[in-house]
């Protein structure tokens, strides 16, 4: 069975103390990058020298189980790469308590690893923001299984008003839902998030153009989406491919991220359209991409495994020694997202609530912050029941597509954007 948060892994190769892209590059063949090259990546450098750095915001960050070492982890992290502490960092399970750590569970082990990319990077990009881990006691696979407390806890989250910002690094493909109805059930989170204002984001999926059916190991063989990231009512959020030196300046543009050739499986961003929700007016002005139908993603940052972060993973599990590891996929690229929105509400002093009418009005403009991508695309092949098949996705061109959404961000124009 799949697991189904969408982080990705690159190997069971791990360092002890935090690798340079070099030593990542000589040892595992794909590049990694630190907190301070993405800094420089993103233009965060500048914000952070003004104060901007997240202060006064709240990113509640959802998955399912947690990790026992998060906390630690966090700790060591931060003491690795010079980051302050989070002002607050708080665990809550609202929906119920979390059974405990299982080191032998492949499912439990899986979820540890996303919450840990989760925390470390959210924290990261907004190092002064506070942190809510919130932690549900059911896995969510494909289809319903595990939405339902998901959704509790963030209808939770909301009600109390404990978060500015939601970052969910999961998804299930829309045809793994007995019925479209089913999944419409759903979203009452998304709705009261609306109502009180608070910014929602998903990763776009990990599988390019089509993602799991319901067992968790099967691939459609055809175009697929994957909720809540295509929620009208949710910001999607992509994955591109970074390409920096060991200061975190770019050697060329970045294209969309596509690693399946290195990893032998669909491993690229999630993109398409919705096969339950319609275009929302949001999207009108891109109609000649998406349709009649929601398109996604709606913004992309980093997700590539060859060029991925360096997480730390502290806890005991089979395989798996202490220490730093290379995480990429769309998991990566939501709370890091997150970390950005966090800055953006600090800089308006208040909560900017559904995020896609700004986007979409901002028109991909490089003076507000949206960097057009061009180069790569989602297509994805792969070998299944003794035979490859190829799901033809989505190029990379200008202006808004079905690979990158708008493109990635320079964060010092888009939160000043986003902000007015």
């Known amino acids: 069975m799949r697991v189904a948060p969408l982080a990705e892994l690159a190997s069971h190769r791990h360092w002890q103390a935090p690798p340079t892209t ?4 000589a040892a595992a063949g794909v590049a990694c990058y630190q907190p301070a090259q993405l800094h420089q990546a993103y233009h965060l450098k500048g914000l952070y020298a ?3 750095d997240g202060a006064g915001s709240t990113i509640a960050i959802v998955d399912s189980f947690g990790s026992p070492t998060v906390r630690a982890d966090l700790r060591e992290f931060d003491h690795d790469f010079g980051l302050p502490a989070p002002p607050h960092f708080r665990i809550i399970q609202p929906a119920g308590q979390v059974p405990a750590f299982d ?4 499912t439990m082990v899986g979820w540890a690893e996303e919450t840990s990319l989760d925390v470390q990077w959210a924290h990261a990009i907004a190092p002064k923001a506070n942190l809510l881990l919130v932690e549900t006691p059911v896995a969510e696979t494909e289809g319903v299984h595990g939405l339902p407390e998901i959704v509790r806890a963030e209808n939770y989250v909301i009600r109390h008003g404990l978060a500015d910002v939601i970052t969910q690094s999961f998804g299930a493909t829309e045809e793994t839902f007995p019925s479209v109805r089913s999944l419409l059930r759903l979203r009452s989170a998304f709705v009261n998030a609306a109502r009180h204002h608070v910014t929602v984001l998903a990763s776009s999926g990990d599988a390019g153009a089509t993602d799991y059916q319901r067992n968790g190991v099967d691939l459609y063989t055809h175009r697929v989406n994957s909720w809540p990231s295509s929620d009208p009512l949710v ?5 591109t491919q970074l390409h920096l030196d060991a200061a975190g300046m770019r050697t060329q543009p970045d294209n969309v991220w596509n690693d399946t050739a290195l990893l032998g499986g669909p491993d690229a961003a999630g993109g398409g359209r919705s096969h339950v929700f319609a275009r929302p007016p949001y999207q009108d002005r891109v109609r000649s991409v998406v349709g009649g139908h929601r398109g996604t993603p709606d ?13 730390y993973l502290g806890f005991p599990a089979s395989g798996l020694t202490p220490g730093y590891y290379i995480f990429g996929g769309t998991s990566e690229s939501s709370p ?4 950005i929105v966090a800055i953006a509400k600090q800089r308006a002093h208040h909560r900017l609530g559904l995020l896609n009418p700004r986007l979409y009005a901002l028109d991909g403009r490089r003076a507000a912050g949206i960097v057009d991508v061009r180069r790569g695309d989602n297509t994805v092949s792969f070998e299944q029941n003794g035979s490859t098949f190829t799901v033809p996705g989505f190029d990379a061109h200008r202006g808004y597509d079905l690979a990158s959404g708008w493109g990635t961000v320079d964060a010092g124009r888009l939160t000043a954007a986003l902000a007015r």
């Open 299 to 311: 913004i992309s940052m980093s997700a590539a495994v060859d060029g991925g972060v360096l997480v």
């Open 22 to 25: 070099t030593d990542c590059e």
């Open 50 to 52: 003004r104060g901007l």
């Open 103 to 106: 080191p032998n569970d492949a």
């Open 336 to 339: 890091e997202f997150a970390g």
């Open 235 to 239: 910001t999607s959020v992509g994955g």
